[in-house]
């Protein structure tokens, strides 16, 4: 198939990572094409992709952050003429469908207006304008939806369910090593946001007298120094945001990992890539967590830091055999591709039929309605 994958061009699809949505995006278009489809990635500028086309000089995080301009007209301004570029370059380039990855909602109204096959895939829980969108199409033949767990996919109980499939993150196993003996350190690793929890998991480490390495960027830079700097020194240490590479040796060295969400994780990423190296994971249990993880790792009440630290004094005795296992069985890059594929089939059957008739609209008139 020729497939365009659209990214969210907040950041850069490129390493070192600044969260899933970036991970997920690139490792969805490495697989498409090892697995033999032309696959073009419509993102922001500084992308390590061969795939990779540009949409807008620099992700927007670069010249209009988030923090500071979220909710602005110039933000969106600066969001639908890139996404409008991406989208005349789709529809002449004779895609066979369109994997949308971003969270910019206009595009389901063009692909519905244009009679263009769409997989969308959900990476956050349904919010206001993002559910009253999907709701409007989701009876549309030509568009299919996925959810990466079973418990994202409860979030969409209002949405007609003939449309969406749960198709979960894959893992490539390859990437992630294991070693003979884990170490003794514990490891939390991540965007650092008030959302991720590290706070807790500091107060944790501290109440068990634990070994901490904390690896990731800093995104909250107020809630790092208030929650993370003043316990900085001994057993709990920053390293800093690291490469692929690094990130990936660093967790398979840990004793386990501190998963910490105090939000309901439409999946939960960073667990399933320290499973990868088999390293049992301790998390609080929300959103997906306790789908990802079964038997491998410890599930604590959300926000419990007392159980929390109870955990971490369990780490070392937790059997990281099954982990690897695991993710190979249930998370593998193929199963992922095998439902991606699957709900591309469906899309391009769906448009067949409603437009046997009359052609679609051509792209510069949609644009132009939905102005």
Known sequence: MKIAVVGHIRHPIAEPFMGGMESHCHQLVTALAQRGHEVVLFA???CDLPQARAICAQPYEHVLPWSEWCGTDRLAAYQHAAFEFAWHEI???EFDIVHNNSLFTPLMDWAAADGHPMVTSQHVPPFGAMRDTVSGHARCDWQHFTVTSHHQLSLWDDCNSAQFSVVHNGIDTRQWPTVPVRGE?????????????????????????AALDIVGTIEDEAYFDEAVQPWLGGRIRYLGHMSGAQLRRQIAGAVAAVV???WDEPFGLVAAEAMSCGVPVMAFDRGAMR?????CGLLVPPGDVPALAAAMGQAAGLDGSACRQRIEQKFSVDRMLDGYEACYRAAIAGVQPAFSSSPPSSNSSTVAELA
């Open 44 to 46: 922001a500028a500084g």
């Open 91 to 93: 529809v002449g380039g």
């Open 185 to 209: 350190r514990l490891v939390w690793f991540g965007r650092i946001t008030q959302t991720k929890g590290l706070r807790e998991a500091v107060q944790a480490a501290r109440l068990a007298g």
């Open 260 to 262: 910490t969400p105090l």
């Open 291 to 295: 789908e990802v993880l079964g038997p």
